[in-house]
């Protein structure tokens, strides 16, 4: 499936081209998400169309909003490899979105890590590695999936589709956000870093 920094390289590729999709709404589809484990609710903005790289990996992109700054989810996993690229809806680039409690069942290894607007990070071995977050402040995150390969699990999440006016709204403030300096990428030039702490289990890229 490749590495988190394969995702990592993607998100460099693709970030101005997502940007700019924010002013079509026509190409993304809102949705209200509830997790059946714990009735913990949250915003999604899917994007139309699959990112094809060499006609051999699939990606699927979306942008999750989180207004309750008081959210705090259960242990979980991923169903596919995926990254995160957090925003903070107010702050300047330092600020803490949530912190994260992670365990790599496969080794072990454990802790937690503060999560900070415009710092991607990415889970590749999404089976073995789990974690639970409690947010900080309201914010948003652009998510890239792998889906070439079949999910690790079932699927737990149910979706009850947006307004258009809802969907209108959400992408207002996600390029509201996007505009302001505390949410510009990293910069390419800074290349990837997997954190001695973390064991490998989590791909980081700091500025």
């Given at each position: 499936m490749?590495?988190?920094?394969?995702?990592?390289?993607?998100?460099?590729?693709?970030?101005?081209?997502?940007?700019?999709?924010?002013?079509?709404?026509?190409?993304?589809?809102?949705?209200?998400?509830?997790?059946?484990?714990?009735?913990?609710?949250?915003?999604?903005?899917?994007?139309?169309?699959?990112?094809?790289?060499?006609?051999?990996?699939?990606?699927?992109?979306?942008?999750?909003?989180?207004?309750?700054?008081?959210?705090?989810?259960?242990w979980?996993?991923?169903?596919?490899?995926?990254?995160?690229?957090?925003?903070?809806?107010?702050?300047?680039?330092?600020?803490?979105?949530?912190?994260?409690?992670?365990?790599?069942?496969?080794?072990?290894?454990?802790?937690?890590?503060?999560?900070?607007?415009?710092?991607?990070?990415?889970?590749?071995?999404?089976?073995?590695?789990?974690?639970?977050?409690?947010s900080?402040?309201?914010?948003?995150?652009?998510?890239?999936?792998?889906?070439?390969?079949?999910p690790?699990?079932?699927?737990?999440?149910?979706?009850?589709?947006?307004?258009?006016p809802?969907?209108?709204?959400?992408?207002?403030?996600?390029?509201?956000?996007?505009?302001?300096?505390?949410?510009?990428?990293?910069?390419?030039?800074?290349?990837?870093?997997?954190?001695?702490?973390?064991?490998?289990?989590?791909?980081?890229?700091?500025?």
């Open positions: 490749g590495t988190g920094g394969e995702l990592i390289s993607l998100f460099d590729a693709v970030y101005s081209s997502i940007v700019d999709r924010l002013r079509q709404e026509s190409d993304w589809l809102g949705f209200l998400v509830t997790d059946s484990s714990n009735d913990f609710k949250y915003e999604r903005l899917n994007y139309k169309y699959d990112l094809r790289v060499r006609n051999e990996k699939v990606y699927k992109v979306g942008i999750n909003l989180f207004l309750n700054n008081e959210v705090a989810t259960e979980h996993n991923h169903r596919f490899p995926f990254l995160i690229y957090p925003i903070a809806l107010s702050g300047s680039l330092e600020s803490p979105v949530y912190k994260m409690d992670w365990e790599d069942k496969a080794s072990g290894e454990a802790g937690t890590t503060m999560v900070i607007s415009g710092e991607c990070y990415s889970i590749q071995r999404c089976a073995d590695v789990f974690h639970r977050v409690m900080l402040c309201d914010h948003a995150s652009i998510n890239i999936a792998d889906i070439t390969e079949p690790v699990r079932p699927d737990r999440l149910t979706s009850q589709k947006l307004s258009s809802r969907t209108a709204e959400i992408l207002e403030i996600l390029r509201t956000a996007i505009k302001t300096p505390h949410s510009c990428p990293p910069d390419p030039a800074v290349r990837i870093a997997s954190a001695a702490a973390l064991s490998g289990a989590i791909c980081l890229k700091s500025r």
